[in-house]
């Protein structure tokens, strides 16, 4: 799936997956400020929640552009008894969730579509409003597939919503995934099951920031006699 439309920036032409890492690394520091800042931590904070319900048990939990690491904190006040990581390819944002750390989970800087961790090494994979910067979507998923534990959850918090995809015509024309219903595609073409959308935030009757939680569930082999 070609994702990367290009983009300027001071006349140096970049791909758009390295401009919002760019712009992220920029940003760090007042990140979590203001008003946009409030609003990504109700976000964390609901994501927090449903990380709670859907994988209890989860040993290792691994959050997937984490930014300054403000989910990684909740989770690590909510289960302490976790392995914690986090990834981000924006060095500052690393910096920021590092000093956030003081130890209780590790962070490394690293995209979506290479993580850094081993096969079958997560039980819960988290994404809070990065799925929409990643360059490659489809090559992000399937990484967080390979790391994932057979029946390991993922949950993948961003814009969702088929409304959203005029956005994307009329604006930049960035040809992110926001049909819920490409979405489920995409994730059962990665080798991973849609089991729900939360809907996270709505303006009017309109659903703005949703997660879907799907599953890597590997199908039973019978043994031959
Ligand atoms: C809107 S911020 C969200 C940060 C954090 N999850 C939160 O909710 O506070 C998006 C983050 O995604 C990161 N990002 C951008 N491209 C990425 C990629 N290809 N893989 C993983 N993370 C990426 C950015 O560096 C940035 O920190």
Redesign the pocket.
Known sequence: MAQNQGGNNGGVRQPD?AR??TE??QRAAT?DDGWRGAW?GE??TRVGGIARKVAPGAETIL??????G??LADLAAMRPDATLIG????PA?VEAARQRAAGRFEVKQA???ALPLPDSSVDLAL????FD???DQEA?LKEVRRVLRPGGVVVVADLFGTWLLLTTIVGRARRRIRGPRVMEAVCITTGMAPRAWQELQRVGPLPVVQALVADYSVPMTRKRK
């Open positions: 997956g919002d890492v992220f690394d990140y990504h976000i964390v959050d997937v552009g984490c930014g300054t403000r989910l990834v981000d390819p924006a944002m995209a979506a579509e994404s809070v409003l990065s910067h990643w360059a992000g």
